[in-house]
């Protein structure tokens, strides 16, 4: 019920100062963000390079031990066509005539020749291994290239944060603490309308008749209006809330001493 009341009493003129002072402290939030620039995107794309760099590292290095298994395999039939060839060779020995030597011999020959092209395949998987090994070399060294980046932007940012977090978080502060003064319909408008805006600026002031920031000029009348402080009035051209110059240097002033600026 307290809440209820104190919104009531509120008057517009009160509310639109309690708006310009959240928009001052916003805005020193959106330099003190900007200061940081690019820096958080770049951590956060050179992590995500990293992530990759290592998945295709290990993809690679999963295809050198399937190379490898797959010389093992073909290790061991060589040594079951030796077996097979002493046993043929053992065989010949004991032969009654020339055609089981004969048939004997082709068998030898057919098992040489299966070595042969076993010892042939292990050559070109050794190639493909070597081949790999140098590519996990290269991709090695690019990820440690990138870790050492990725620390330096760490620390940058870290300390850019550093050198910002007290006021940073001292403004947060005081930007939930004027939140408070505002009602909620106002607070989710003004919202709305600085996430719409390029500069972050839901509420500006009039000054030589023009908003500022723009070559429109306000009517007379408009002018008259706003300077009253009796409603909340918006821009027609940018939807940005309007208010008088006088009270946007008092509250300029007021902050900048606020903020020990």
């Known amino acids: 019920m307290a809440t209820n009341k104190k919104a009531d009493t509120t008057t517009v ?7 310009y002072d959240l928009q001052i402290i916003d805005s020193r939030l959106d330099e003190l963000k900007n200061l940081r620039g690019e820096l958080p995107i770049e951590v956060e794309d050179l992590e995500n390079e990293i992530v990759g760099l290592e998945k295709r590292i290990e993809k690679i290095e999963d295809e050198v031990v399937n190379l490898s298994n797959d010389i093992k395999v073909k290790n061991e039939l060589n040594k079951n066509s030796e077996s097979q060839i002493k046993k043929y060779k053992t065989q010949q020995e004991n032969v009654r005539n020339n055609r089981e030597f004969e048939a004997l011999a082709k068998e030898i020959e057919y098992q040489e020749l299966e070595i042969q092209l076993q010892n042939k395949k292990i050559k070109e998987i050794n190639a493909k291994i070597d081949f790999k090994k140098n590519q996990i070399e290269e991709q090695q060294s690019k990820l440690a290239s990138l870790n050492n980046h990725l620390n330096h932007k760490k620390s940058e940012l870290s300390n850019l944060i550093k050198e910002t ?17 505002i009602d909620e319909r106002l607070l989710n408008s003004y919202h709305k309308i600085r996430k719409s805006s390029k500069n972050g600026l839901a509420i500006t002031s009039i000054d030589r008749g023009a908003v500022v920031g723009s070559f429109f000029t306000v009517p007379p009348q408009k002018q008259v209006e706003i300077a009253s ?15 008088d110059e006088y009270l946007a240097k008092e509250e300029l002033e007021k902050m900048k001493e606020f903020l020990g600026k």
Request: aromatic share 2%.
């Open 13 to 19: 003129e009160d509310k639109l100062r309690a708006l």
């Open 165 to 181: 977090e007290n006021e940073e978080n001292f403004l947060l502060e005081k930007s939930k603490e004027l939140s408070t003064k």
């Open 229 to 243: 402080r009796k409603k909340i009035i918006l821009d027609e051209h940018s939807g940005k809330i309007l208010v």
